[in-house]
């Protein structure tokens, strides 16, 4: 990738693995600019039906020949390998490559860019944060790990700004935000995930460490200081650090639940103190905000009268607060939970964790293990984990397919429940079907 990258030389950009959160919404940006935008991705999903509704031009599959001919730019997630045969073609073609995060670290170069980074609360974070923007006349460029509501009313990842401002969220997976070279950087918590990639919690702090360097002396790292996992992540730092939990106790009433939202909006709030914003309005906008896609997101009821609900969850962590949240706006409530763990390593490294996170539900049922990039080495699985969440006194039960728990779903709810389906697979077409 040469420094001197200019995306005005190139016309035709081809982006493998287009169906993906975050490089979706960098083909949105391309075909924004002009840019003749192609992609592919292995299945149809609601991201890929409304970039092709647009007029970008989506194949399914993973093929040499989906690569168009006259393409300048391929893009790629970093989910995939080295012997994709897309990837492969553009190599053969001898067609300028790069990954997600590298294409979109140049193309911030040129941005004061507002980097939000951490195992949990990114989107949301983000999402809160571009809203404060928005409405305060900043006009932001912003990247979202979600859908969000854009100037038109309709849903979207990207939002195009005419301003310097470029707003992110900054994924550890893989390192990949080392790409990235933000003026504030917020880190919202570190926590043990990705540890098919990583060693352990000390190899992510020092990832997030380097990230934080990165940030120049004149920047800010906007962070809770008082958090014992962060503490390592600040060491040799240049830039000003910022303690967001000064805010946790707003004087505010917030549309999302939980305690792990009173911190998204509080590091969300000092990045809006930090850039002068007047506090009226980030305080007004925050309680306006009103969610993104697939986080708590309500989507109805079932023909039974439940109340059902989406979510991402799909660390331990992330579930616990969730359900947290859950109990706030529903204490007495049956909670009926549907989970679908995602990838074999995480489920089988953090199973007692797992096991004990869904303590505030009545019901756990399970649907088989979202495999991902990865292969069953029959080690793990929904059943092992449906026996430990049972040690705890929950009714917890596994289905073979997304099909059979839909149905279970389905048949057994009634009215007065409230049903969370969550997980980062494909089992939110489960909370689709039933309402």
């Known amino acids: 990738?040469?420094?001197?990258?200019?995306?005005?030389?190139?016309?035709?950009?081809?982006?493998?693995?287009?169906g993906g959160i975050g490089v979706s919404a960098l083909a949105r940006?391309?075909?924004?600019?002009?840019?003749?935008?192609?992609?592919?991705?292995?299945?149809?999903?609601?991201?890929?039906?409304?970039?092709?509704?647009?007029?970008?031009?989506?194949?399914?599959?993973?093929?040499?020949?989906n690569v168009p001919i006259g393409t300048d730019l391929v893009v790629y997630t970093v989910a995939i390998t080295d012997d994709n045969p897309e990837l492969m073609q553009a190599k053969k073609l001898g067609i300028e490559a790069m990954t997600y995060p590298q294409f979109l670290g140049v193309l911030s170069k040129d941005k004061y860019t507002i980097a939000v980074s951490g195992?949990?609360?990114?989107?949301?974070?983000?999402?809160?944060?571009?809203?404060?923007?928005?409405?305060?006349?900043?006009?932001?460029?912003?990247?979202?790990?979600?859908?969000?509501?854009?100037?038109?009313?309709n849903r979207t990842n990207f939002i195009p700004g005419k301003s310097k401002y470029l707003v992110i969220e900054a994924c550890e997976y893989r390192r990949s935000?080392?790409?990235?070279?933000?003026?504030?950087?917020?880190?919202?918590?570190?926590?043990?995930?990705?540890?098919?990639?990583?060693?352990?919690?000390?190899?992510?702090?020092n990832a997030f460490n380097e990230l934080a360097k990165r940030v120049p002396q004149d920047g800010f790292i906007v962070t809770d200081k008082n958090n014992s996992a962060v503490v390592p992540t600040l060491e040799g730092v240049e830039a000003k650090v910022v303690n967001y939990s000064l805010y946790n106790n707003l004087p505010i009433t917030?549309?999302?639940?939980?305690?792990?939202?009173?911190?998204?909006?509080?590091?969300?709030?000092?990045?809006?103190?930090?850039?002068?914003?007047?506090?009226?309005?980030?305080?007004?906008?925050?309680?306006?905000?009103?969610?993104?896609?697939?986080?708590?997101?309500y989507k109805g009821e079932t023909k039974n009268g439940?109340?059902?609900?989406?979510?991402?969850?799909?660390?331990?962590t992330e579930i616990r607060a969730t359900l947290q949240g859950v109990r706030e706006l529903y204490p007495k409530e049956r909670l009926i939970v549907a989970f679908q763990p995602h990838l074999y390593s995480r489920t089988k490294l953090l199973?007692?964790?797992?096991?004990?996170?869904?303590?505030?539900?009545?019901?756990?049922?399970?649907?088989?293990?979202?495999?991902?990039?990865?292969?069953?080495?029959?080690?793990?699985?929904?059943?092992?984990?449906?026996?430990?969440?049972?040690?705890n006194g929950i009714f917890t039960q596994s289905f073979k397919t997304l099909k059979e728990t839909e149905?279970?779903?389905?048949?057994?709810?009634?009215?007065?429940?409230?049903?969370?389906?969550?997980?980062?697979?494909?089992?939110?077409?489960?909370?689709?079907?039933i309402v």
């Open 119 to 153: 195992t949990h609360g990114k989107t949301t974070t983000t999402a809160m944060i571009a809203k404060i923007l928005i409405d305060a006349g900043l006009d932001p460029t912003v990247i979202v790990g979600s859908l969000i509501k854009g100037a038109d009313g």
């Open 29 to 65: 940006m391309m075909l924004h600019d002009g840019k003749e935008t192609s992609g592919s991705d292995r299945d149809k999903s609601e991201i890929t039906e409304t970039l092709e509704q647009i007029g970008i031009r989506v194949c399914y599959g993973q093929k040499a020949e």
């Open 1 to 18: 990738m040469s420094e001197n990258f200019d995306i005005t030389r190139y016309k035709k950009v081809h982006f493998i693995g287009i």
């Open 177 to 205: 935000f080392l790409s990235y070279c933000p003026q504030i950087l917020v880190i919202t918590n570190v926590d043990n995930d990705h540890l098919d990639y990583y060693k352990d919690v000390a190899d992510i702090q």
């Open 254 to 297: 917030l549309k999302v639940p939980g305690l792990h939202n009173k911190k998204n909006a509080a590091a969300a709030f000092t990045v809006a103190t930090t850039l002068g914003i007047d506090t009226k309005i980030a305080q007004k906008s925050l309680e306006s905000f009103a969610g993104t896609w697939r986080r708590f997101e």
């Open 407 to 433: 149905d279970y779903l389905s048949g057994k709810s009634k009215k007065g429940d409230v049903v969370v389906v969550m997980g980062a697979g494909d089992i939110y077409k489960i909370a689709e079907n």
């Open 306 to 316: 439940a109340r059902v609900y989406d979510d991402y969850g799909h660390h331990p």
């Open 351 to 391: 199973l007692d964790d797992f096991a004990a996170a869904f303590s505030q539900a009545d019901e756990v049922i399970l649907a088989p293990i979202y495999a991902a990039r990865e292969v069953d080495d029959g080690t793990v699985s929904s059943e092992i984990l449906a026996a430990k969440i049972s040690e």
